[in-house]
């Protein structure tokens, strides 16, 4: 018989269709829950946690309280143990939630017939770096603060290292041959001050006397690096002329006051009394109404509803957790399953769990983590799998049967989510991810657009290498190359955009631009294909992010793209 298909319909589809009727008479017997009834939950449970009246569940807020105990009811409705020692299934942490200046902030120059009182905000303002303190003390001038053997420069090298001690150091932002792109620009501002106070600075006051040079940052940052002096930055002018003045003595007070919430993981446990534990886990946190760093959403405040980000990677986590509990073939490990909370400010959660076990975490034999795992394009059915260079045993991965996916694997153990904070602790990992939206970190990530079909095809797939891994014993854990200290570029600049992590192709694919950064500003579109910013071909990610690092904040770059085929040129001022 002769089927006439309309031009229109996609042979991708085809091909899915006939994989998934195999996947159900094969892979999927071996799932206890019918394909139905495994749709339907998924949808529970994503309907319930992307709801409006949880506002966004934002890490600390009432809605993390609302969506914490849902979570908890499906855990003690499946029997599952909880963890000592966390009291019904919390595991709580202290994050801070708010930084601002206090009211002891004040800066002044004390010589004679001279004092100044210099305002705040309008002559200076504490850095970032600053701790709260007092330092009152004769001020000298350590130069640019920099050290750099290689360019013969020594700026401490006149001073002495005995009399300096305990003094208000007086550095210059700039760089010592004043040209934009410096010899000396890995030597940044934070360096500067780790070296002062290495070498006994009471505190350090800041200044810019050249054109070329940026001045610091000047907003308050939840995440900070934050030291115990008070360290400012001055650009009024009479400070600079009191460095002429013999032996100025300043006064510097700072006050830099934290707020601090309470977040939560949730956390349940399969004890299968064995030597090695798998742990399992997905965020469970969003960005509220849009007030939490990260939102890219313009207006008034809305709820961040999250369905995708990461509703999809909690109820496919609910979803495993039914499956392995009475699971005899998934017996040969114990299984830990935790919901992370604060992932969205910086992987709060996730690192506090791993600091939380202890040496317990070398019994872990692997992690599995899902973020945003609901709305597979069906056409084209990539799944991306990062982290598979983490274990020589993620090898086994090429024998699991797949006719659902066209996987996409990523060898690198770093990443924007919770797996990094196992990494980090030599824990071999893999990140499941379906793919970037336009919805992303906007109020209209909502379930209406939950691919249902595509996320049960992501938790049978799942399970699967779950039972593969049950049958190898412990993983040999694997450093990735784009993690080693010495190759991370560091960089001070950001294009804004969203990259496509599913494009298989040379170059960066731009998925999304924010209108008011750079890439937007110069004209970059949804589609293009970035291939050379500056002198660097940007042929992966890794390259990508080496191009930004040779740049520093105010630079106009060539940035090379394929446009519908065609190479465009266009100027960006990072």
Known sequence: MQLNLP???????????????????????????????????????????????????ATGTRGEGIASDYIIKQYRDLGLQTMMPYDNYIQPFKFTSKVYLG???????????????????????????????????????????????????????????????????????????????????????????????????????FINDQDSAFNPDSTMKIKSNRKNIPIVFCGDKRLTMSRQAKDPVYFIETEIIKEEKTGHNIIAYIDNEQENTVVIGAHYD???????????????????????DNASGVAALLE????????????????????????????YGSSHFVADMGFGIKAFNYMLNMDMVGRLDSTKNILAVNGTGTSPGWALLDSIKNLRFIIKK?????????????????????????GNHSDYHKPGDDEIYINYEGEAQVVYYIYNIILQMDKQGKLTFSATKDNAENDRPRFK??????????????????????????????GIQKGDIIIELGNIKTTNMQQYMKALGANN????????????GKEVTVQVVL
Request: hydrophobic share 35%.
């Open 320 to 347: 495993l957790a039914s499956q392995l509990k009475n699971d005899p073939k998934t017996a040969n490990n114990n299984y830990i399953f935790v919901a992370f909370s604060g992932e969205e400010l910086g992987l």
């Open 410 to 434: 990523s060898e690198s153990g770093v990443g924007p989510s919770d797996h990094t904070s196992f990494y980090k602790e030599k824990v071999p990992v893999l990140h499941f991810f379906t």
């Open 7 to 57: 031009n229109s319909f996609n042979m991708a589809r085809i091909l899915f269709v006939i994989a998934a009727l195999l996947y159900y008479s094969n892979g999927s017997s071996q799932f206890v829950k019918p394909h139905i009834q495994l749709k339907a939950d998924l949808k529970k449970h994503i309907l319930f946690l992307a709801n409006d009246s949880l506002q966004g569940r």
């Open 553 to 564: 904040k105010g630079d106009k770059v060539p940035c090379k793209l394929l446009r519908g």
């Open 286 to 308: 969003h960005l509220g109404m849009g007030e939490i760093s990260g939102s890219l959403h313009k207006g008034k405040p809305e709820a961040h509803n999250g369905a995708d």
């Open 493 to 522: 600049v950001t294009m804004g955009i969203m990259p496509d992590y599913l494009y298989e192709g040379t170059g960066i694919k731009v998925d999304g631009v924010t209108a008011e950064k750079p890439a937007g500003k110069a």
């Open 103 to 205: 009211k002891k902030n004040t800066l002044k120059y004390i010589e004679s017939g001279n004092n100044g009182n210099f305002p705040l905000h309008k002559a200076f303002y504490p850095l970032n770096n600053s701790g709260s303190g007092v330092a009152f003390a004769r001020a000298i001038s350590a130069g640019f603060g920099i050290v750099a053997p290689k360019l013969n420069h020594d700026d401490y090298s006149p001073l002495n290292k005995d009399e300096i001690k305990g003094k208000i150091f007086i550095i210059k932002v700039g760089y010592p041959d004043a040209k934009i792109h410096s010899a000396y620009a890995e030597y940044d501002v934070d360096s500067r001050i780790d070296l002062a106070i290495k070498n006994g600075a009471a505190g350090i006051v």
